[in-house]
């Protein structure tokens, strides 16, 4: 059973193993712990059976006018059963508050977010990899 938790209470880096697939450079369990420590707002989608975070997202916020959502996961595993959509939802329920509530995502990822009422802007970024 998978269960929505808005917090880290009784969560430790151990129980976020295997996440940023495919990246170069996958941040650690560790770094992991401590952006979603940092972050505003945190979702975690946690299956009670295996007593693992098997899917995330969170946001960063002036607390006022603006948040952020860096990132959303689920594991490979996981994925296709809706918990990602649920993820989302729940954040933009934490998030009802604020006027101005922006992400960054691939093109092919437009569509996903456009069935939770979000539209294509522009944007600029720098990205550091090396
Ligand atoms: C995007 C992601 C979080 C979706 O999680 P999920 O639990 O599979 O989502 P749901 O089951 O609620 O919805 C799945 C639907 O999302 C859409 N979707 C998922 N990944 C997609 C992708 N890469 N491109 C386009 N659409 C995608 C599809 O419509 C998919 O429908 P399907 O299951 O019939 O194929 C997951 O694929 C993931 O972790 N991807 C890797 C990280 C990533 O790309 N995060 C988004 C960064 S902007």
New binding site residues.
């Given amino acids: 059973m998978i269960e929505y938790r808005t917090s880290l209470e009784s969560i430790n880096p151990n129980d976020l193993n295997g996440f940023f697939?495919g990246w170069v450079k996958p941040l650690t369990p560790e770094q992991h712990y401590i952006i979603l420590k940092n972050s505003s707002f945190v979702v975690l989608a946690y299956d009670k059976e295996n007593s693992r975070v098997v899917?995330f997202i969170n946001a960063i916020s002036d607390m006022v006018h603006f948040a952020f959502i860096p990132?959303?996961?689920?594991l490979p595993e996981?994925?296709?059963?809706?918990?990602?959509?649920?993820l989302f939802k729940t954040m933009l329920e934490l998030l009802d508050d604020f006027t101005c509530i922006d992400?960054?995502?691939?093109k092919?990822?437009q569509?996903?977010y456009e069935k939770f009422g979000m539209f294509k802007s522009h944007g600029m970024i720098i990205r550091k990899y090396n």
């Fill in positions: 697939v899917g990132m959303l996961e689920v996981y994925q296709h059963k809706g918990i990602g959509s649920n992400l960054m995502c691939d092919k990822m569509g996903f």
